[in-house]
């Protein structure tokens, strides 16, 4: 965020947890709480941006690798409906492989 907000763009940030942005302060910045499982709501938020750049993660936890599918699938969905065609995607996810934690990093440009 601080790169693309620094080169002059304008960013709006959809979060789980707005406070953890509140020390970052930009006038071309917007946080927004969001849940990005709701593409109704993620489209809205969507309209007018030409691009998504998400860097979703979720802790070990938490639902791995169907989690991202889920957010994925309601991304492009909602992209399609606001007219975004770009998305950055950068997400990474958590796995024991006996007993080798194993963090894994994903990194796709899509142009469609």
């Not at 639902?63 to 007219?83: E, I, N, Q």
């Not at 770009?86 to 990194?107: A, N």
């Amino acid at each position: 965020m601080k790169q693309a907000l620094a080169a002059g763009h304008t960013v709006t940030a959809l979060v789980r947890t707005p406070e953890k942005l509140a020390a970052l302060q930009h006038e071309q910045l917007t946080v927004t709480k969001c849940d990005v499982m709701d593409q109704e709501q993620l489209a809205a938020h969507l309209q007018g941006c030409d691009t998504v750049l998400s860097c979703l993660g979720f802790k070990p936890e938490k639902p791995a690798v169907t989690g991202y599918l889920a957010v994925t699938k309601s991304m492009v969905g909602a992209m399609g409906t606001a007219g975004v065609d770009r998305l950055v995607v950068c997400h990474s996810w958590w796995g024991c492989r006996q007993g080798l934690i194993l963090h894994l990093l994903v990194l796709t440009v899509l142009y469609y």
